[in-house]
């Protein structure tokens, strides 16, 4: 899933938290406030998203979705306008 940090969190110590809390996690950062964490156990998955889902420093969380060419497209705040020149219609 991509998880969107609220401004003014603490990177270091909201990963460090999350590894303790369900340590077969990967964080993945995408950028400063951006994290895309996965695991391959649904149930702590959903764990984890309804503890995300409660924490105020979270300001989204949503699920990821995979392309049958394996692109990766998760949905966020933003507005998509048109798609990149090397994404083919289908």
């Known amino acids: 899933m991509l998880v969107k940090f609220a ?12 590894t303790n809390l369900l340590p077969d996690i990967e964080i993945k950062w995408r950028n ?7 695991t391959l156990s ?4 959903d764990e984890l998203k309804t503890f995300l889902n409660s924490n105020d420093k979270v300001a989204s969380c949503q699920p990821i979705y995979t392309l049958e060419n394996s ?6 705040d933003e507005i998509l306008v048109q798609f990149l020149p090397s994404v083919k219609e289908e």
């Open 7 to 18: 401004d003014g969190f603490d990177k270091k110590s909201e990963e460090l938290f999350l």
């Open 32 to 38: 400063n406030s951006m994290a895309e964490i996965t």
């Open 71 to 76: 692109l990766d497209i998760g949905i966020f």
């Open 42 to 45: 649904n149930k702590k998955r």
